[in-house]
């Protein structure tokens, strides 16, 4: 039953991020919900999950990428992983707990993502971290959060809740 | 202690392993990451991408039916009146003793799927085979290039757009026809480079950048962009040219299929460039009322594209 309703959702965010999204884009940042399915699949489903399907999604992510096969694969392994031994003991249906989580998460990927695709390149990291990263780790906190909040009371039940 | 790891800690060892593909995947050269993603879409994909298509043309065909009626009725009444002009056309040739061009159509597409990735570099379209987009399509708009069709199903096409690494297009500045190929640059700062151009030529930040038609997937001289900066690579043998797009492919919703030897089609009449600069290099027109004549030329250069209008 999880598996199809973790199927369920990724389909739905794979749509999603592929189709509607770039209609919301501000100043050329777009949340990425992918990161967001990945957080709520490490919180939820538990570190060996949460490391795998990062790996999975960002693998995908990597095949129809213009940067280097790998990238994706690595910042989402790591995210799913750290979310899920980090977010072990927390309220997970508390919003403000969600919010720190989805925006901390983020800001970890990114990190990682733009570590790569920056070649080392420390000035251009920093700039990306500012300019992309941050805006791009608030949107998707506030989006996921609403997404959620849309969700959660269409299906009348939590998505993310403390039961595991 | 590996033993302690692998039991005692099985998170800890999926983590590790999985990270290490990771760097692996990272470090391998380009061929190889080509050949890993090409087995993977091959294998891991097939299924998932078979069983998509299944289901779109199972289910979208009754959907589809009404409306294609409808917009065959519409369209076989301009094909007539387009026939009529044709033939009109092709007596005027004649009389002017205009040469015959190549046919090509232009198919629209919209897009209905972008890059799962945060930098792009691909699109999906609403058009597939049956609409006569197959693989190796040239992908326009109005502003200019957009890329090529990497795969094609019933009605759908997948798209590589000149900002992916394995969109790599013959090109040629306008002013000087100076040739290079322009492929995008994952570096500090991803950009459009113009390469494998000597230190020696005459390339300036403003001119603008075509396709120069090599390689048989572009047609010649469809405006790629303008270069934006220039200077001498480390090795002081070749021009380090950043190119700045023509086109804005954030905003992209509509593009064009470029589908050469089609004697049906039409060009619209927004794909007409500007006249090439007077310094330009490029051999003239052969005939500056061929030029006047022919309303659907796309690019910028004086010299005819290879195919340009339906006879």
């Keep these: ?164 | 202690m590996i033993r302690n790891l692998l039991f005692r800690r099985p998170d800890w060892t999926v983590f590790i392993v999985t990270s290490l593909v990771c760097l692996s995947l990272i470090l391998l050269e380009r061929r190889a990451q080509e050949r890993v993603v090409w087995f993977l879409q091959h294998t891991v994909l097939a299924p998932a991408e078979f069983a998509a298509g299944w289901v779109e043309r199972g289910v979208g065909v009754y959907w589809e039916n009404g409306r294609l009626r409808q917009r065959v009725a519409t369209l076989q009444m301009e094909v007539d009146a387009m026939r009529a002009e044709r033939g009109e056309n092709a007596r005027l040739r004649r009389l002017l003793a205009l040469d015959q061009r190549h046919p090509f159509a232009l198919v629209a597409a919209d897009v209905s799927g972008r890059s799962l990735d945060r930098l792009g570099g691909s699109l999906t379209l609403d058009k597939g085979e049956e609409e006569g987009v197959t693989a190796n399509r040239a992908i326009l708009t109005p502003e200019g290039l957009v890329g090529r069709v990497e795969r094609a199903t019933a009605h759908q096409a997948r798209v590589l757009t000149i900002l992916h690494r394995d969109c790599a297009v013959a090109a040629r500045v306008a002013r000087t026809r100076v040739e290079g190929v322009i492929r995008w640059n994952f570096g500090d700062q991803p950009t459009l480079h113009l390469l494998y151009v000597s230190s020696q030529e005459d390339v300036k930040p403003g001119d603008l950048v075509v396709t120069s038609g090599q390689g048989g997937i572009f047609p010649e001289g469809i405006r790629i962009g303008t270069v934006d900066r220039v200077a001498l690579e480390p090795n002081g043998l070749m021009k380090e040219i950043v190119v700045t797009t023509a086109v804005d492919f954030r905003g992209l919703e509509q593009v064009l299929v470029y589908t050469p030897g089609t004697a049906e089609g039409v060009a619209p009449p927004d794909l007409l460039e500007e006249e090439a600069p007077a310094d330009s290099l490029a051999a003239p027109a052969p005939d500056s009322a061929a030029a006047s004549a022919v309303p659907a030329s796309i690019g910028a250069t004086t010299a005819p594209p290879t195919g340009t209008v339906a006879p």
């Design chain 1, 1 to 164: 039953m999880k598996l199809i309703r973790d199927s369920m959702v990724l389909l739905v965010v794979l749509s999603l991020q592929a189709t509607l999204l770039y209609r919301i884009e501000i100043g050329g940042i777009r949340p990425d919900l992918l990161v967001a399915f990945v957080v709520y699949f490490g919180w939820m489903r538990g570190p060996i999950p949460g490391t795998l399907g990062g790996f999975g999604v960002g693998l995908l992510q990597d095949m129809d990428a213009s940067g280097p096969l790998g990238m994706n694969a690595l910042a989402k392994s790591v995210v799913g992983f750290l979310v899920a031994r980090a977010g072990f003991r927390v309220h997970r249906s508390n919003v403000g707990v969600r919010f720190a989580f989805f925006f901390a998460a983020l800001l970890v990927h990114d990190i990682l993502y733009y570590a790569v695709a920056t070649g080392g390149d420390g000035g251009e990291f920093v700039k990306q971290m500012f300019v992309k990263a941050l805006p791009t780790a608030l949107y998707t906190a506030v989006a996921t959060l609403l997404l959620l909040g849309v969700a959660e009371r269409f299906t009348r039940r939590r998505l993310l809740t403390d039961e595991t």
